[in-house]
């Protein structure tokens, strides 16, 4: 069974930066489509960028691109995201998820994923 755990989230001033990990155990596919997602209060969630550990392109939403990268180490079955340029709206519960594969045009859709974490909290004040 495939778990999630995520790391690095906290809180900061606008214009500041963070780094999000997603520690993976379990993996058994060649390859798996791990997407970030986040959700605000109120708001549905919303993904933000995506990354195929079998090799391939990223992906990432309109909102954050430009200021966000997703990597990953397939030694440490980690994947990242770099948050740079923070926005007060980037304010969210972050959560990273995995559904075995490569991912695709669907990648943003989270009810397409299986396996998630349990979020890490990004504060970004103004």
């Known amino acids: 069974q495939v778990q999630l755990v995520e790391s690095g989230g906290g809180s900061v001033q606008a214009g500041g930066s963070l780094r999000l990990s997603c520690a993976a155990s379990?993996?058994?596919?060649?390859?798996?489509?791990v997407g970030w997602f986040r959700q605000a209060p109120g708001k549905e969630r919303e993904g933000v960028a995506g990354?195929?550990?079998?090799?391939?392109?990223?992906y990432y939403s309109d909102s954050v691109k430009g200021r966000f990268t997703i990597s990953q180490d397939n030694a440490k079955n980690t994947v990242s995201l770099q948050m740079n340029s923070l926005k007060a709206e980037d304010t969210a519960m972050y959560y990273c998820?995995?559904?075995?594969?490569?991912?695709?045009?669907?990648?943003?859709?989270?009810?397409?994923?299986?396996?998630w974490g349990q979020g890490t909290q990004v504060t970004v004040s103004s």
């Open positions: 998820a995995a559904v075995p594969g490569w991912c695709g045009g669907w990648w943003a859709t989270s009810a397409n994923f299986r396996n």
């Open positions: 379990g993996y058994r596919a060649s390859s798996y489509c």
């Open positions: 990354i195929s550990t079998g090799g391939g392109s990223t």
